[in-house]
């Protein structure tokens, strides 16, 4: 019986991680080399498995040394612009109307700091919708590691049966998965060039799936 929902923020609530990518793509390319997808999939959704550093890797491909500040407030100020016009992604909403409609408590399980995720929430007018938003900052391991999903169980008072996840990163799907819940991959137009390999169910847009449909699978 469906007890619970956990949502990743970044690329599930809001796109961030395409301004991101977008914003580090057009630094490389100023410098003459290309950021590819599989090189910042490494950590998409989640760096607990992998060490990438954008800037490192630029001055790799480039064969010299950056001006590292100079490079991260330009990449950030243009990510920044575009992520402050993005609107909550589609289908969100309506999911979190129809969890409260049922009752179902609800979570966010993100690889972000608090400083990042609460901030976002807050101006979308979403973060009094979620019972609890457990980041970075309260776990020891982010994703592809279960512990921000084993925490978000532990204090929505759930067992992994009763919950289901919203990822978007195939980061995200093998940390649900490692934490024996039940995942709905959706997907952004980054994550998507990645796969979502290990998923139950993969989707488009949160619009496909209704609460209803979700109850009998889980």
């Not at 760096?47 to 990449?75: C, I, T, V, Y």
Request: aromatic share 6%; glycine share 6%.
């Amino acid at each position: 019986m469906l007890k619970a929902l956990i949502f990743d923020f970044d690329g599930l609530i809001l796109d961030t991680e395409t301004p991101e990518f977008e914003a580090w793509q057009a630094v490389y390319r100023e410098h003459g080399v290309e950021l590819s997808i599989h090189a910042w999939g490494q950590f998409v959704g989640g760096n607990g498995a992998s060490d990438f550093d954008p800037l490192r890797h630029l001055e790799k491909l480039a064969r010299r040394e950056l001006d590292g500040p100079a490079l991260h407030r330009q990449a950030n100020a243009r990510s920044m612009e575009r992520i402050l016009s993005q609107p909550v992604l589609p289908g969100v909403v309506d999911w979190l109307d129809s969890a409260r409609s049922e009752r179902i408590p609800l979570a966010v399980a993100s690889s972000s700091p608090h400083s990042w995720v609460d901030p976002h929430l807050s101006r979308l007018g979403l973060a009094g919708r979620f019972d609890e938003i457990v980041c970075a900052d309260d776990v020891s391991r982010t994703k592809p590691a279960p512990d921000l999903f084993l925490e978000s169980l532990r204090r929505l008072r759930v067992r992994h049966d009763e919950a289901a996840v919203f990822e978007d990163s195939p980061n995200g799907v093998k940390a649900a998965k490692t934490a024996g819940l039940f995942v709905v991959a959706i997907p952004n137009p980054i994550t998507r060039q990645l796969g979502a390999s290990g998923a139950d169910i993969t989707l488009s847009s949160l619009t496909e799936l209704s609460l209803t449909s979700l109850m009998k699978m889980v």
